[in-house]
């Protein structure tokens, strides 16, 4: 039988998929704690062999073994534009539409005490823009300057100000700077084109990054690590909404990752008013929307959890346990392959989910504020419109392994107690009971058509 092994190198977990090509149906999966404090590969085996005890390998022939990572922090970045609201907010779009981890935005002239906290932060790529084509070239270059001057060993995407590359290659190759010159992520005011730095990030990200995180062990047994495992996801929430030349997505949705270090995230919706007499402000959202929360997650991240969403919020999902939140909260962060063992352990991490999934949902949504005018009222959007958006997709361990996971995905619904956020109003609740999306977003990179129907098939109604 042939199939495919598909690899996700998670902060805490090496997750693995196979995958029968031919009738479209998993095989099996497995995980195992991610190892790459040590080797990166003992993780895998140890999760290979629980993989073995599910599926006769004899029987097997992998013929695709691909692979998704975001151990050791993932991909992070550093995002530089010009004006906050417009050319570094484009650079930060791009950089997360990538799959990144944002360490940080700048604008306008850095400083050099920028660029020294720029240094102690580790970035493993530097996304530089600013200014449109033909406009504003002295920032992006006084900050090229600084950068070859004081930053090494970073490589550096450059996507503004088409009228400064030339200049900036010249400074750049006088230091010896690894460096791709790509479009500009806003060639034009308000007009967003992320794609091209997207696509060169992930090239830097596969000829350098896997090797810089000492994965290159892990090619040796697979054919290639693609794409950081956020982008992987992003991938497939765009598949399975819009289909592919020869099958039919399903329509516009929303996906929510709890993970244990964030929760993402993504959207697949226009995001355009719903209502007449609304009027759009800021930047134009991107059709494919990824936002990531550093301080919303399970374990890695539980205290900042708890401090994101205070004791009040936490405490409301769970009215009757007795259990001290900040004692248990410092608990998981200190443990974090802790799995929970009876009802009391699920229902915390559920209330900790329940939290993670409203703030993260109020945080990528758009808001609507209402301006009053003697002229009347006049309602301004800014972001995303998705009150209408069909699907709420919930993944990530805590949603896989709930017996309630419709009650932790309805905080992402709309609240009419705060109804400035527009979050979906009535979506059908869908869960990725078998933890698959990552893996079917690298499968679609060879086989979009296979990937879809696998994921219409395993992605359950609640």
Known sequence: MDAALLIDFGSTYTKLTAVDLENEEILATAKDLTTVQTDIMIGFKNAFEKLKEKINLNKVNFVEKLACS??????????????????????????LGAGARILGVYSFELTKFEIEEIIDKKPDIILLAGGTNGGNKDCIIHNAKLIAKYIKNVPIVVAGNKNAQDEISDIFNKYNIYYKITENVMPKL??????????????????????????????????????????????AAKILADGTDKEGGIGELIVVDIGGATTDVHSIASGEPSKAGVTLKGLPEPYAKRTVEGDLGMRVSAVSLLETAGIKRISKFIPNSKCDIEERCKFLQSNISFVPKNEEDLEFDESLGMAATEIAMERHVGTIECLYTPLGAIYSQVGKDLLNVKYLIGTGGVIVHSKNP??????????????????????????DKEYILSAMGLLAEKYPDKALRIIKKYIVKV
């Open 70 to 95: 975001s151990a050791a922090g993932g991909l992070k970045m550093v995002a530089i534009g010009l004006v906050p609201e417009l050319t570094a907010e484009a650079a930060k779009r791009a950089a």
């Open 190 to 235: 308000n007009q967003i084109n992320v794609e091209p730095a997207r696509k060169v990030i992930r090239e830097i990200f596969m000829k350098k990054i896997v090797e810089a995180k000492g994965m290159k062990r892990a090619e040796k047994f697979i054919n290639s690590i693609l794409m950081p495992t956020p982008a992987a996801v992003l991938k």
């Open 406 to 431: 419709e009650k932790i995905l309805s905080t992402g619904k709309f609240n009419p107690a705060a109804p400035n956020y527009l979050k979906p109003v009535n979506p059908e609740i869908l869960v």
